[in-house]
């Protein structure tokens, strides 16, 4: 397997790092972004190379660049330069483009996300450029939290971790490999963070949702404890995306929230991988039709 490079370029004056891993004449590109209080590594699962995200991208032909989200790894001193959500989204893309440099892109982009990663890809995906994406796939997210999780999460703080609070991102741990819990933190998170979490479900999430083109596709872990996931809340997030000409909602077994660090994470990049296929095949269709 490839192993991805370690990778920090400026964007803007900023200077922004991630992980690239490069596939000879590839099918397309994807964009990976981590969730809270972690980091590019979450998709290059530490000492596991068999389940990294990025590692599989590669063997199946595509080149994969997973970002330390603006406000983390190379950026983290900059965060106060990051309220205005335009420019993380232009700081992503910017990064990208950097990284791949004259890079040959295939097909063009497509962007995974995963927990609070999804409010970035909803803005990049309604952004001008978002027009041109393959598609979407996000996890670890929702329209709605778990009554027992959101009070628990009330009480965190970038220095306090309430009771309960592991057992809600990690949990059940026999899901896990033992020595990746925890594995993949970023040492704390940028300010932004607490006001994206405040109002993702209620505001941003439904609003971007609704001004998506691409397709999208949505996972549901089957042991996730944070964000709903029964029948009707996985309705009403596929029903926000009024404007995405194909909404997908797919269920991860064997796996809870940190899915790509789970012991079903190839399974899970497996069906990633194989949407991304069919979101070219059907790029390529309407193109020739």
């Keep these: 397997m490839t192993a991805p490079v370690r990778r920090m370029v400026p964007v803007d004056g900023i200077p922004m790092s991630g992980l690239f891993a490069e596939a000879a004449d590839p099918r397309g590109v994807i964009i990976a972004l981590h969730g809270g209080a972690s980091s590019a590594a979450y998709f290059d699962c530490p000492n596991h190379p068999e389940l990294s995200f990025l590692r599989a991208c590669a063997a199946a032909g595509f080149s994969a660049v997973a970002l330390d989200r603006p406000g983390y790894g190379a950026s983290a001193p900059y965060s106060d330069a990051m309220w205005e959500p335009q420019r993380r989204v232009d700081l992503a893309y910017g990064a990208a483009d950097a990284m791949l440099g004259k890079r040959e892109r295939g097909a063009g982009l497509f962007i995974l996300a995963h927990s609070n990663g999804c409010e970035l890809a909803l803005r990049m995906a309604v952004a001008e450029r978002g027009r041109d994406l393959l598609g979407l796939e996000l ?98 997030i596929a029903a926000a995306f009024a404007k995405s000409p194909r909404v997908e909602i797919h269920h991860q077994n064997n796996a809870g929230h940190n899915l790509s660090l789970s012991l079903a994470a190839a399974q899970y990049h497996s069906s990633v991988l194989s949407f991304v296929e069919q979101c070219i095949t059907a790029d390529v269709n309407r193109e020739a039709g």
Excluded: C, M
């Design 139 to 236: 996890a670890g997210t929702g329209l709605r939290q778990y009554p027992a999780a959101r009070a628990i999460l009330k009480q965190a703080t970038p220095t306090h971790r309430p009771a309960g609070l592991r057992e809600l991102i990690w949990a059940p741990e026999e899901l896990y490999p033992d020595d990746v819990i925890n594995a993949v933190g970023s040492g704390g998170a940028p300010p932004q963070e607490a006001e994206i979490s405040a109002n993702w479900a209620g505001r941003d999430f439904p609003a971007l949702a609704g001004g998506v083109t691409a397709p999208v596709r949505f996972t549901a872990a089957e042991h996730e404890r944070v964000w709903d996931s029964t029948p009707e809340a996985l309705a009403d």
